[in-house]
């Protein structure tokens, strides 16, 4: 839009006498607001000095609406009739670019690489570069002066652009979305990124909206194709079977990457026999799963569960010998032979068959193997499969097979499935003196034959063990990994050596998170339960807390066989509900048997009848407590039990004065020597002098840190057990940590010194601050 120029003109007194309808266009300012008054209320600033001497340059004035505007300004001086100064001539304009950038900018806009369009106020089409009349199939005089709508098809997404270019002409303000759509002379929609801004006139005034468009469908299909990974890492395999892991495979492949997906295996997958080699002719398949975008899988030429002959030549023969990915498009020798075969064996398909335009076989390999062909069409798909889509569907086809190859060796060797279970329960109860153990795991005579019932026996620091019995609800491999997790689990939590009713809280948390990841169902339906519990030799204290777990059962020396009075706790993934922790004195020889609700509930037993001969089985007489175990389960269980059971015996042992020795510590430096000769003196009495220096060693390091840093009281520990323990615990419950001390520092070695000198150290809260410990093992009698 042309004006005419912006002139002023400023008298010999320095006030405005003239003023053009281009300097109201520019400055907003009309004509009887500024004439008379002096010109320098019109600027925002002062004018420097060498733009005066030049009357030339930049100067910044005031807009009627307050904004400051920067103006290149020229000042002709005039004179009147007898040659005397009358005044000056202002000419002004925006701040112009050199005019060298003027060609460089037009360049810019029609090489650039996105589409780049001009509209006026009404969305006619004022200018359009190069890409955006490649997108359009039409050159830019075609566009020029038309209104948008008129040139693209009238679908959902071309009525929002309008829609958009519609709102930065009537706002003013700059708009950016995404859109997933198509264009005259492309093959297909593309994900575009767009935005508009409006265009305005040096006076401000809207003239325009500009519009630039990037093609971002490689990046959007590729992070599809990622979404579609991360979905099959979660999607397929959840079951060891053959055929429901080739049904999710299907699942995932349609309807996003292909029309039409198959999956076809070679016979021995679905047998018992060792894998073949790939014949170098026809190749014999079996169909196990297929999937159409299509009800009905109209291109479906083959049934489920029928065999189907490829050609040597077909791209799925050779997909199974060449061991990577095989892409076919319309129009290709290969591809009309394949398509032709696939007519001939079912001829009512040829409509569904006549639309596909591209198809891709891939090998389904794993450990080396190749158990099948997975082939995929595109008919409603608009691209053709490229190499990108290659390398995708050998990443999940490479997935998927070993999904398939794990479900082919379930099927193969179920025998061996117990096996597994076993592998998950501790496989040798590990050296402690605090109780004796015995313990049984009887799998259920059903055919879902694995469950997920698991116990535990953990040493822990001071002599401790934690003793541990758990259940997750229902059979099969899925039970057996969650109780894998959860085992484990229970060991990272012991290994902090956190009270029972803690360590229930953090796994309780961990459940409502595995149950939230792995399957997206009620957590509640995850049904775990556990029960945590820890004996102290020591103090022969035994504190629990459970998790809708079963009460276990103590039998007293030369008593009967009770329940332990405590809360039953939620389940586990139940979240948001407390855990109460119960504790009780046992005298040495005392028997608690822990085990899993399969030992007495049963859909055809009363549970109090079951309960009270599980009381009468533990006070039986017993040569041994692995004897006791097998009368127990003899007495309590049916033949054919319908849960897995776990039973875990324990005998208590206690640690006598004698293998104990404690000191109450004064927080005075000065005091450390004396501990560390009382330390070597009683080592002395227990006949370890050999142990005696480093066990002097790591008493002085550890009160001298617990002075230092800790809080009193103070108190230092030797237990001697099957390794020698030092404790020194205080109030703090600052946790200590290793560093390493530069060259010249005085301090900073001594816990390094310990984790060196001894076998493990290590660091646990209690209710009444930390206690540090280290233990080494005893010289060999």
């Keep these: 839009m042309k004006h005419g120029a912006a002139v002023a003109v400023i008298d010999a007194l320095g006030r405005v006498a003239g003023w053009s309808e281009g300097a109201r266009l520019l400055t907003g300012h009309q ?11 019109l600027l925002a600033g002062d004018v420097p000095d060498d733009i005066l001497a030049a009357r030339a340059g930049v100067v910044a004035l005031r807009h009627r609406d307050g904004h400051r505007i920067d103006l290149a300004l020229t ?94 002409a009537e706002t003013g303000r700059p708009v950016r979305y995404e859109s997933f759509a ?154 009309i032979e394949w398509l032709e075969e696939r007519n001939a064996r079912s001829p009512k398909a040829r409509p569904y068959r006549d639309a596909v335009h591209s198809m891709i076989a891939v090998p389904l390999r ?31 086809g490479s997935r998927a097979a070993v999904c398939i190859d794990n479900a082919r060796r379930f099927d193969r060797e179920r025998s061996t499935a117990l096996a597994l279970q076993h592998s998950l329960l501790p496989r040798g109860l590990p050296g402690q003196a605090a109780v004796e153990v015995a313990h049984r795991y009887l799998p259920s005579g059903s055919l879902a034959g694995i469950g997920g019932d698991w116990f535990d026996v953990i040493p822990l620091s001071g002599g401790r063990v934690a003793l541990v019995v758990g259940d997750v609800v229902g059979h099969g491999i899925q039970s057996s990994a969650t109780m894998g997790r959860l085992r484990t689990a229970v060991r990272t939590l012991a290994d902090v050596d956190l009270p029972p009713d803690e360590l229930l809280t953090h796994l309780d948390d961990l459940v409502v998170h595995l149950a939230a990841e792995d399957s997206g169902e009620e957590v509640a339906e995850l049904g775990a339960t556990c029960l945590y519990a ?30 332990v009075p405590m809360s039953a706790g939620p389940p586990l993934g139940v979240g948001g509900l407390p855990f109460e922790a119960t504790e009780l004195e046992l005298p040495e020889g005392s028997v608690v048997a822990f085990y899993t609700d399969g030992l007495l509930e049963d859909r055809d037993r009363d549970l109090d009848g079951a309960t009270e001969e599980l009381r009468r089985a533990l006070t039986a007489p017993a040569d041994s407590l692995d004897a006791l175990c097998d009368s127990v389960l003899k007495a309590v269980l049916p033949d054919q039990p319908g849960d897995d059971v776990a039973l875990l015996l324990v005998r208590t042992r206690a640690l006598g004065a004698d293998r104990v020795a404690t000191w109450d510590v004064p927080p005075d430096p000065a005091e450390v020597a004396a501990f560390r000769q009382a330390a070597g003196d009683q080592l002395t009495a227990w006949g370890l002098d ?38 020194v615990s205080d109030a703090s419950s600052t946790s200590p940590h290793l560093r390493r001390a530069n060259a010249y520092d005085e301090g900073g070695r001594g816990l390094l010194l310990v984790a060196q000198l001894t076998q493990r150290w290590g660091s646990r809260q209690t209710g009444r601050g930390k206690t540090i410990w280290a233990e080494q093992a005893l010289p060999e009698a």
């Design 31 to 41: 004509a009887r607001d500024v004439v008379g008054r002096p010109a320098t209320e």
């Design 75 to 168: 000042a002709c001086p005039v004179t009147g009739a007898g040659g005397e100064p009358a005044g000056f001539v202002v000419t002004a304009g925006p701040s112009a670019v050199p005019p060298s950038a003027a060609p460089l900018a037009a360049e810019a806009f029609e090489q650039a690489s996105m589409s780049m369009s001009v509209f006026d106020l009404q969305q006619r089409y004022l200018r359009s570069n190069d890409a955006a009349c490649k997108v359009m199939g039409v050159p830019e005089e075609a566009l020029t002066g038309r209104f948008f709508a008129d040139t693209v098809a009238d679908a959902e997404y071309n009525r929002g652009f309008l829609r958009h270019l519609q709102e930065v």
């Design 182 to 335: 198509g264009a005259p002379a492309l093959n297909g929609e593309h994900l575009w990124s767009i935005e508009m801004w409006p265009l305005r006139a040096g006076s401000g005034e809207l003239t325009g909206v500009a519009m630039a468009a990037f093609d971002n469908s490689e990046q959007y299909w590729a992070r599809r194709r990622l979404v579609l990974l991360n979905e099959a890492a979660t999607g397929i395999g959840t079951t060891l079977d053959v055929v429901r892991t080739a049904e999710e495979l299907i699942d995932i492949l349609v309807p996003r990457y292909a029309d039409f997906a198959s999956i076809d295996l070679l016979d021995w997958v679905l047998g018992a026999e060792e894998p073949p080699t790939i014949p170098g002719g026809d190749v014999v398949l079996h169909r196990v799963a297929h999937g159409s975008s299509r009800e009905g899988n109209p291109g479906a030429a083959v049934r489920i569960g029928e065999t189907d002959v490829y050609p040597p030549n077909s791209p799925p023969a050779r997909a199974l010998r060449e061991g990577r990915s095989m892409l076919s498009q319309a129009g290709e020798p290969e591809f």
């Design 366 to 396: 794993a450990r080396g193997t190749t158990l099948g062909v997975a082939v995929c069409v595109r008919t409603a798909h608009p691209d053709d499969y490229g190499p990108d889509d290659a390398v995708f569907a050998e990443e999940l």
């Design 534 to 563: 820890v004996y102290d030799p020591v103090s022969r204290r035994l504190s629990l807390a459970a998790a809708g777990h079963p009460a276990p059962a103590v039998v007293l020396p030369g008593g009967a066989a009770e329940s």
């Design 690 to 727: 050999e142990a005696a220096f480093i066990t002097e060693l790591v008493v002085s390091e550890l009160v001298t840190n617990a002075i230092r840093y800790g809080e009193p009281p103070i108190q230092l520990r030797l237990i001697r057990d099957r390794a020698l323990i030092c404790e």
